[in-house]
């Protein structure tokens, strides 16, 4: 069983700056594709980065290019999520994903880890 543990979530006022952490245990396995969504009540969860583990770019949703950096450390088996310029539409519960090797979804969820963007 892989998990997905989620962490660096709080509360920072508009323009501030968050890291969030991904990290990846459990039984061996072959990541494809890491992501990260977030979700906020009554809406559905939307897309916010991905990287694939092989190299290459990550990829962005429109509306955090330029603020949002993923980044991942194979080490580790974790990636990160460095926040910065944040809005309060940035508000939402985060979520790190996983595709493994073979599958097409994200089939590992994290827990989720809330961030609160006051301004």
């Known amino acids: 069983q892989v998990q997905l543990v989620e962490s660096g979530g709080g509360s920072v006022q508009a323009g501030g700056s968050l890291r969030l952490s991904c990290a990846a245990s459990?039984?061996?396995?072959?990541?494809?594709?890491f992501g990260w969504f977030r979700q906020t009540p009554g809406k559905e969860r939307e897309f916010v980065a991905a990287k694939r583990w092989a190299g290459g770019p990550p990829t962005y949703a429109d509306s955090v290019k330029g603020r949002f950096t993923m980044s991942r450390d194979n080490y580790k088996n974790a990636v990160y999520l460095q926040m910065s310029s944040l809005k309060p539409e940035d508000t939402a519960i985060y979520y790190c994903a996983l595709q493994t090797l073979g599958r097409s979804d994200y089939h590992i969820w994290g827990q989720g880890t809330q961030v609160a963007v006051s301004s």
């Open positions: 459990g039984r061996t396995f072959r990541p494809a594709v």
